[in-house]
């Protein structure tokens, strides 16, 4: 890092719990029973961060008496994605679904170095999912 120090959050769990919302747009194929979905969205993503054990020691061993307080923030995210779904009768049919998921939370707190943290932590992902659609 040519003598630029790294100050990141320590290695840990990330839990985000989403309520999202998605608008979804069916083009017909020639197959009779299929279709291409294109999808848009956006939601408010509940985030849980828990320190790793590993971590934990690594500041312990370091003569820290206290853990740093590091928080990652709840936040707004969007995704946009497409998909297949298949109808095998009218009211059965099956999903197949990618969607990128653009999510970049806050971050605060203190570093094990005592370096205020700040900024924003990229957890942007691909998100695949296949499932069984019953209408009703």
């Known amino acids: 890092t040519d003598g630029v120090p790294t100050h990141d959050i320590a290695s ?3 839990e985000a719990w ?3 919302v998605t608008l979804r747009y069916h083009v017909p194929l020639q ?3 299929a279709s291409f979905v294109l999808l848009a969205g956006a939601g408010y993503y509940f985030i849980d961060y828990t320190m790793a054990d590993a971590s934990s020691a690594v500041f312990a061993a370091g003569g820290d008496e ?4 590091q928080v990652v923030q709840d936040a ?3 995704h946009a994605g497409a998909g297949l779904e298949y109808a095998l009768t009218g009211w059965l049919s099956l999903t197949a679904e990618g969607r990128y998921v653009f999510l970049a939370p806050e971050v605060s707190g203190m570093a094990g170095d005592g ?3 700040g900024g924003s932590l990229d ?3 691909w998100l695949f999912t296949g499932g ?3 209408a009703f």
């Open 123 to 125: 957890l942007n992902t």
């Open 76 to 78: 707004w995210g969007f």
């Open 115 to 117: 370096y205020q943290l």
């Open 132 to 134: 069984i659609k019953v």
């Open 12 to 14: 840990g769990r990330i």
């Open 66 to 69: 206290e853990l740093p307080d």
């Open 18 to 20: 989403p309520v999202c």
């Open 31 to 33: 197959a009779e029973m």
